[in-house]
């Protein structure tokens, strides 16, 4: 009795750490003592993507659509909130599954079976988020800075919707540097983005990653914010990166991480409607285009062909 009297004590605290949402009182104060549980997943690093198809740059810079009178403020200032599920009205495909409804998330993603407050980041594949993440990080809206609105926008139309993060913070109230990006999801039939596709990512000034309560310091360090998206289901993902630091540096998404003004006036577009999706990130020099082949799949053909021939100077040999 003592025993199981002793376990209720020591797992009943615990329990109720797992329970804080950000709708609880004191948890803006929990989360800056470090005292909120957040389930982080440790990711395999994948040096190459599974087979599909190509996510591609746009060479045009900035927004698909500014943001105007037409847009409806998504949320409240808030820190780790959601908005949703919100009727799309029109199906989005997403990995084959069908939805028709969406929660936009403070943290810079869209979600659509439940919301996320998660604020530590993890990399892609994950089994825990079926996610999109124009840039998964710890937004914080509360504190407005210099420019633009602080705030989360969006606007429905037909077969479309699009979701801008304008001038956003990061935590704790900090506004010393802002982050703008946009996010569009359609029914695949929107010449926006270029029939075909389902999802676009745009940014203009990119220039924190982290929040304090996530290991960052001055914006920057800790857990990297991620870009790309998820299935849900430990395998099927695309990713254009992860990033932890200021500056333009960018080795592709299974390198180093990565410099966050790298995606400054960015634009990405792609079908996430596939059975698997890759992500290919554009090459700056519009001269030297990225390879539509990866390095990777070089090497295995060359090695296949090799085999090939060994095999058929075997067969002559043997004949």
């Not at 957040?38 to 659509?65: C, H, M, N, W, Y």
Request: net charge negative; hydrophobic share 35%; proline share 6%.
């Amino acid at each position: 009795m003592k025993k199981a009297l002793s376990f209720i004590v020591i797992m009943l605290p615990l329990f109720l750490l797992a329970q804080i949402n950000p709708n609880h009182p004191n948890y803006d104060e929990m989360k800056r003592n470090g005292q909120i549980q957040q389930q982080v997943q440790e990711t395999e690093l994948r040096t190459t993507l599974p087979p599909g198809s190509s996510f591609t740059a746009d060479k045009s810079s900035g927004f698909f659509i500014e943001l105007d009178g037409t847009f409806i403020q998504s949320m409240a200032p808030n820190d780790d909130l959601s908005v949703g599920p919100i009727d799309l009205g029109f199906t989005f495909c997403f990995y084959g599954e069908e939805y028709t409804q969406v929660y936009i998330n403070n943290n810079g993603n869209l979600s659509f079976e439940e919301p996320y407050f998660q604020y530590v980041t993890t990399g892609f594949p994950s089994t825990d988020y079926i996610m999109i993440a124009p840039f998964w990080g710890d937004v914080d809206t509360r504190a407005q800075g210099e420019t633009g609105t602080g705030l989360v926008w969006h606007k429905l139309e037909e077969g479309r919707l699009t979701v801008i993060y304008d001038h956003v913070g990061y935590f704790s109230y900090q506004v010393d540097k802002l982050n703008t990006f946009q996010v569009i999801i359609t029914d695949g039939n929107d010449p926006l983005i270029g029939e075909g596709n389902n999802v676009a990512f745009a940014y203009k000034e990119m220039e924190w990653t982290t929040g304090s309560a996530s290991g960052g310091v001055n914006g920057f360090g800790g857990s990297p914010a991620t870009v790309g998206v998820n299935k849900g289901d430990g395998e099927n993902f695309a990713l254009v990166g992860r990033f932890d630091q200021p500056g333009t540096c960018y080795d592709g998404p299974f390198g180093e991480n990565d410099c966050v003004s790298y995606l400054n006036f960015k634009r990405f577009v792609f079908d996430a409607c596939l059975d698997e999706v890759i992500i290919t990130p554009p090459d700056d020099d519009d001269d030297q285009p990225a390879p539509d082949v990866p390095l990777s799949n070089w090497a295995l053909y060359l090695g296949m062909i090799a085999i090939l021939l060994f095999t058929i100077f075997r067969i002559r040999k043997i004949m």
